[in-house]
């Protein structure tokens, strides 16, 4: 039965996700997106753009096409998946990653990890420089955050939207997600070694 009503959840999911998509498809930009990743909080976010975008505007870009190669590679997102970050800069602000810590001008936004959570080594944008006209940086705080201090600035034109949460999850339905996650991951695995012998 858990594994019926694991399917049953993942139904009425993508039911909801196609519900938005559909129409994020037609007008070539999402209303409603999902946030998986761990430096936000998982859960729904409305997409809404803006004129201008602000720093500390959290907004939704596509994958840089520096590292989409790697995020394909390494599974972390699907294809034609966004990112979601704050602005920690814009034009005339000095995004710097040199010496291990990214800082835009004063304000520093932690450690620059050279390999991932897996011991695959990441990209760096070892770099002190001025963003230039129509360029920003993405930086987040967060722990694992995967942003400008890997692929560098992002052109402002680029970004979709902002994201305002619609629905967040709280930590026992994330829990439930990633414990039936984790249960769908351990069938596939079982399957393929199944498969070998």
């Known amino acids: 039965m858990p594994k019926l009503k694991s399917f049953r959840e993942l139904m009425a999911g993508l039911s909801v996700t196609a519900m938005f998509a559909i129409p994020a498809i037609i007008l070539d930009r999402p209303f409603v997106i999902y946030n998986a990743t761990d430096s936000l909080p998982h859960g729904w976010y409305l997409v809404v753009r803006k004129p201008v ?38 034009s ?18 932690g450690a620059v990890d050279i390999i991932d959570r897996r011991g695959g080594r990441l990209p760096v ?35 979709i939207g902002v994201a ?21 991951h351990d069938d596939v695995r079982e399957e393929c070694e199944m498969a070998k012998k």
Not at 60 to 81: D, K, Y
Request: charged share 30%; aromatic share 8%; net charge neutral.
């Open 53 to 90: 975008y602000e720093r500390g505007d959290l907004v939704v870009f596509p994958v840089p096409a520096v590292v989409r190669g790697l995020v394909q590679q390494r599974h972390w997102l699907p294809v034609g998946a966004f990112l979601i970050k704050p602005i920690g800069g814009k």
């Open 92 to 109: 005339g602000d000095v995004l710097d990653t040199k010496m291990g810590r990214c800082r835009v001008n004063s304000t520093d936004f």
């Open 125 to 159: 944008f070892s770099e002190a420089r001025r963003l230039r006209k129509g360029e920003v940086a993405v930086v987040s705080a967060a722990c694992c955050s995967f942003d400008s201090r890997y692929f560098g600035p992002i052109r402002e034109r680029d970004i």
């Open 164 to 184: 305002e949460p619609l629905w967040l999850e709280d930590c026992a339905t994330r829990q439930a997600h990633d414990e039936a996650h984790e249960e769908a």
